[in-house]
């Protein structure tokens, strides 16, 4: 993609740049407040799940217990405090291991469940505490909802999460998305504070085009909710066009901040470079 089309995709998509010139550049370690519940996390999470599927992913399958731990220290320790994990990730205990040398309150935890009643909402709240080793998490979602319908299969779990919400089991709770029916109904639901969207311009791995998905993400932000993006780079489909897809995301106005799942030092220490001039090239 060219200057000129970047640009004009990220002005159809975004409504506006969001940067202005001699704006000081945006970092991987900026501290956002996400969504109402004003969660502070970085800019950058880590993402644990590239590929993630049957209790395993790329990270789980490629470094285990001891590698994912020491990348998601390695990313503390260089000012990333936003961890993206799943129980479909089986990324849990991986968690637990880093945070036996990196304080519970200095990072935020974000999961994601296959509960659809509240029963098995309960169970999985008190499974993923015991698996992570941790009092409280900060985000849960629904995972990869794709239905328009999905807030009256999942009534149970959803009203599972407010409870816990209240309580202070969790902080915040919301969807990861995966059709462009169920982004639509996130819009008009009150009960989602946060919402996991796929962004990238190049079309890989999304709900719809980005000309098709940017506005629905600004009525989300409208709204009052908490935007993240994921897969910016497409699940790695996109590793060669790095900078292109970092500019393009941090375009956005609405999308608060985003994850991508380093699978090495090198490539989360290169991320964290790219990411200040990626916010300034366009």
């Not at 999470?45 to 399958?61: E, P, V």
């Not at 849990?92 to 509960?115: D, F, G, Y």
């Not at 098709?212 to 996109?238: C, D, F, H, S, Y």
Request: charged letters at 25%.
């Amino acid at each position: 993609m060219k200057r000129r089309e970047f640009l004009k995709t990220g002005l159809v998509a975004g409504g506006s740049l969001g940067l202005c010139a001699g704006a000081a550049p945006r970092r991987a370690t900026d501290v956002i407040t996400l969504g109402p519940d004003k969660v502070r996390l970085t800019r950058l999470a880590q993402g644990t799940g590239t590929k993630g599927y049957n209790k395993s992913s790329n990270q789980t399958r490629q470094l285990g217990l001891a590698g994912l731990a020491d990348l998601l220290r390695f990313g503390y320790d260089n000012g990333i405090t936003f961890w993206d994990s799943a129980d479909g990730y089986g990324s849990h205990p991986h968690l637990k291991e880093a945070l036996k040398s990196v304080p519970r309150e200095k990072v935020a935890i974000l999961t994601k469940t296959r509960a659809r009643t509240a029963e098995e909402m309960r169970a999985d709240l008190d499974r993923f505490r015991q698996e992570i080793g941790a009092d409280y998490l900060d985000i849960v979602l629904l995972h990869a909802v794709s239905q328009a319908g999905w807030p009256e299969q999942r009534k149970g779990a959803m009203e599972a999460l407010a409870e816990a919400r209240e309580k202070g089991t969790i902080r915040t709770h919301g969807v990861s998305c995966h059709s462009l029916e169920a982004l639509k109904t996130i819009v008009k639901t009150p009960w989602v504070r946060v919402c996991l969207v796929r962004i990238n311009p190049a079309g890989v791995l999304m709900d719809a085009d980005a000309k098709t998905v940017a506005p629905i993400l600004r009525e989300m932000k409208a709204n009052g909710k908490g935007v993240i993006g994921m897969k910016i780079l497409g699940e790695g489909q996109l590793r060669d066009r790095v900078d292109e897809m970092l500019r393009f995301a941090l375009s956005l106005d609405a999308v608060d901040c985003f994850t991508i799942g380093a699978e090495s030092r090198a490539e989360l220490s290169d991320l964290i470079k790219r990411i200040p001039a990626a916010s300034q090239a366009a």
